[in-house]
């Protein structure tokens, strides 16, 4: 998984949301504890019930949406750390702000072809 992660969320009619957030917070490789903590906030964003959620292999996609660029310029202002202590601290901090709903940026709906 990546540092930075674009997640695919399909509503009820059947439309795909996208987001950004931070890929490597619960687990280095399986994205299923993500996508379960991301289910539980889509409410905040307009989704009531969301039908899956997928965390994508690349941001390409979801490059499409709307206010991608917006997402990824704010989620990619902060740095992460480097070293054993330091980085600790920081992904632990991510972790708690992912589980309240924070750190999980809207990008919207792709763009249909014109």
Same mark, same amino acid.
């Given at each position: ?13 059947? @439309?795909? /949301? *996208? ?13 299923k504890g993500l996508e379960v903590? =991301?289910?539980? /906030? ?11 959620? +997928? +965390? &994508? ?11 991608? *660029?917006?997402?990824?310029? /704010?989620?990619? @202002? ?8 330091? *980085? ?9 702000? =992912?589980?309240s709903g924070q750190q999980i940026? *809207? &990008? ?7």
């Amino acid at each position: 998984m990546d540092d930075i992660v674009a997640v695919k969320v399909r509503d009820s009619r059947e @439309q795909a /949301h *996208y987001f950004l957030t931070w890929g490597r917070i619960f687990d280095r490789v399986d994205s299923k504890g993500l996508e379960v903590v =991301i289910t539980k /906030h889509m409410s905040k964003f307009g989704i009531k019930n969301p039908r899956s959620v +997928i +965390i &994508c292999d690349n941001l390409k996609k979801a490059s499409k949406a709307r206010f991608f *660029y917006e997402a990824f310029f /704010h989620i990619s @202002q902060e740095k992460i750390p480097f070293g054993v202590s330091t *980085y600790s601290r920081w992904r632990a901090k991510k972790k708690r702000q =992912i589980l309240s709903g924070q750190q999980i940026f *809207y &990008c919207g709906v792709r763009k249909k072809k014109a």
